[in-house]
């Protein structure tokens, strides 16, 4: 893919994106707005994805093993 291309595909993602947002219609002061307030947004939610999903899911592996009953590997080391 050379650089024309590329750059014709990316104008082309910026038009759907304001078509489908609907911001093709706001001034520009109004589209710089809503940008970094959506930006901002997704930072947000991808930051926190980041730091307290795992955490999240340790947690629960840790509760649904003890559900399970299997037994912790220090308990197992101790036995054998």
Same mark, same amino acid.
């Given at each position: 893919?050379?650089?024309?291309?590329?750059?014709?595909?990316? %104008?082309?993602?910026?038009?759907?994106?304001?078509?489908? /947002?609907?911001?093709?219609?706001?001034?520009?002061?109004?589209? %710089?707005?809503?940008?970094?307030?959506?930006?901002?947004?997704?930072?947000?939610?991808?930051? /926190? %994805?980041?730091?307290?999903?795992?955490?999240?899911?340790?947690?629960?592996?840790?509760?649904?093993?003890?559900?399970?009953? %299997?037994?912790?590997?220090? /308990?197992?080391?101790?036995?054998?």
């Amino acid at each position: 893919m050379n650089f024309k291309n590329l750059r014709e595909y990316l %104008s082309w993602l910026y038009y759907q994106y304001l078509l489908i /947002t609907g911001i093709y219609v706001l001034e520009p002061w109004e589209k %710089s707005i809503f940008n970094s307030i959506l930006f901002s947004a997704i930072a947000m939610v991808i930051y /926190t %994805s980041y730091v307290f999903v795992p955490i999240h899911v340790r947690l629960a592996l840790e509760f649904f093993s003890k559900i399970i009953g %299997s037994q912790p590997e220090s /308990t197992v080391a101790l036995m054998n």
